[in-house]
């Protein structure tokens, strides 16, 4: 009988720096959806669905059906609360780190109590841009840790399209 040799994974440490300012965010924000949002979400979704299914296009149909499954799992478990750190080497946020050297520029977007963010663009073409929810931190203080290592992009003003249509809709 062969034995197994079991591998440890070793773990990379990142050198991230010293903290200047963090706190703590929602993974993704949590929405209170009321049965009448499921009643019409699922009236929407069963409405193409059919439309799908009488045009042939049963791809269409079954991206339906998965947003559905997606959108009804999310709301079924509760997001973790992940923490947010700035520091003299990047920005860190959960497990995930961006180095400064791979950030173009960042905005800040306040207009409380709706729209508290922060985005990150990345010098990559294939990277999005990142929208971090600020919470209840105050955006001059996040501006003032951000300001001697990355860019401040002034010319956006407003949240992007899709961070505006996911907190309108609670999707």
């Given at each position: ?14 050198e ?10 929602w993974?993704y924000?949590p ?11 699922g009236?929407?979704g069963?409405?193409l669905?059919i ?7 049963f ?14 799992v999310n709301s079924?478990?509760?997001?973790d ?6 520091t ?13 050297k ?7 977007i ?14 990559g073409v294939?990277?999005?841009?990142l929208?971090?929810p ?11 840790a951000l ?10 003003e ?6 505006m249509?996911r907190r309108?809709?609670k999707?």
């Open positions: 009988m062969p034995k197994r040799v079991e591998k440890q994974r070793e773990i990379e440490e990142i991230v720096g010293d903290e200047i300012i963090s706190w703590e965010t993974e924000p929405y209170d959806r009321s049965r009448w949002w499921y009643a019409i979400a009236l929407i069963s409405s669905i439309y799908a299914v009488l045009t042939a296009n791809l269409f149909a079954i991206i339906v059906l998965m947003m559905g499954v997606i959108t009804l079924l478990k509760q997001p609360r992940i923490a947010v750190y700035i003299t080497h990047g920005v860190a946020i959960g497990q995930e780190f961006y180095p400064y791979e950030i173009k520029d960042f905005s800040i306040y207009e409380p109590p709706e729209v508290k963010l922060i985005y990150l663009d990345f010098l294939l990277r999005p841009t929208g971090i600020l919470e209840d931190t105050d955006p001059n203080l996040v501006r003032e300001l001697p290592y990355a860019f401040e992009n002034l010319e956006r407003d949240e992007n399209l899709t961070d249509v309108l809709y999707i």
